[in-house]
């Protein structure tokens, strides 16, 4: 069973800045894709940013230019780093796996708090 493993969330001031990891429990190369979701109280899940096995990157218009996704092969994670956080970026944040035979997979999510 795979596992993804969430961390780095917190509380921060608008203006400032996370960065969010999460690690798999086998290779990230099996997945076709991974991404980083969000969800804040009263409303539904929502993609953050996304990337390929082949390392393409997409993100929501709401963080495009103050978000952004990466991977570490060698260490099976994908980060977010967050700059410019604005309080309506508070929310869990939930890591996500799309596998090559079509299984989903979610981590546990990370609580992301920001002040104004």
């Known amino acids: 069973q795979v596992q993804l493993v969430e961390s780095g969330g917190g509380l921060v001031q608008a203006g400032g800045s996370l960065r969010l990891s999460c690690a798999a429990s086998t290779t990230v190369f099996s997945f076709n894709a991974m991404g980083w979701y969000r969800q804040a109280p009263g409303k539904q899940r929502e993609l953050v940013a996304k990337?390929?096995?082949?390392?393409?990157?997409n993100y929501s218009d709401s963080v495009k230019g103050r978000f952004t996704i990466s991977r570490d092969n060698a260490k099976n994670t994908v980060y977010l780093q967050m700059n410019s956080l604005k309080p309506e970026d508070t929310a869990v944040y939930y890591c996500?796996?799309?596998?090559?035979?079509?299984?989903?997979?979610w981590g546990q999510g990370t609580q992301v708090t920001v002040s104004s």
């Open positions: 996500n796996a799309l596998r090559w035979d079509g299984s989903d997979f």
């Open positions: 990337i390929t096995r082949g390392g393409s990157t």
